[in-house]
């Protein structure tokens, strides 16, 4: 088992524990799933959005992570931080609802990546194509590949 596995599954035990569990299913996602260096992605799968309630989130901070507060669309995110003075991030979770096109889409956009290495590598050499961009347009950038080369697919 890699060291990245390692801290998933810690993690993935923390959030299924941690909670008193409006959580379902946690699945690691994104480029470190794919073995690769960088943030920490996990798909955190709720009930619903108003399961995650104020005390879920006091717990979430007490272990570390904390809501980061942009318009995001049918989910929440947290992130946990190397330090909170430069919050470089170590890890960020997605919560999304159970069944709901959001969760679709992330579950069949990692299943891609995982099974198409030649689609893989043209998301590693897209994403070094837009590193030098601020944090949030990179992440739109992100957002925007996955809708041309995923996405709209299925």
């Not at 007490?62 to 942009?70: C, T």
């Not at 992130?79 to 709901?100: A, G, M, Y």
């Not at 679709?104 to 891609?112: D, K, P």
Request: proline share 2%; glycine share 2%; aromatic share 8%.
């Amino acid at each position: 088992m890699t060291d990245i596995q390692k801290q998933f599954n810690d993690k993935r035990r923390l959030l299924l524990n941690l909670l008193d569990s409006p959580v379902i299913d946690v699945r690691h996602i994104g480029s470190t799933a794919l073995g690769e260096e960088g943030i920490m992605d996990i798909l955190v799968i709720v009930p619903n959005l108003h399961a995650m309630t104020t005390l879920d989130e006091k717990r979430l901070n007490q272990s570390g992570f904390y809501r980061l507060h942009h318009p995001y669309h049918k989910k929440c995110v947290f992130s946990e931080f190397h330090d909170l003075v430069s919050l470089r991030e170590k890890c960020r979770l997605h919560i999304v609802e159970d069944q709901s096109t959001k969760t679709r889409i992330y579950l069949e956009a990692q299943n891609t990546l995982t099974e198409s290495e030649t689609l893989a590598e043209a998301f590693r050499t897209f994403k070094e194509s837009v590193r030098h961009l601020s944090q949030k347009d990179y992440e739109s950038a992100k957002a925007d590949w996955f809708r041309l080369h995923i996405a709209n697919k299925h």
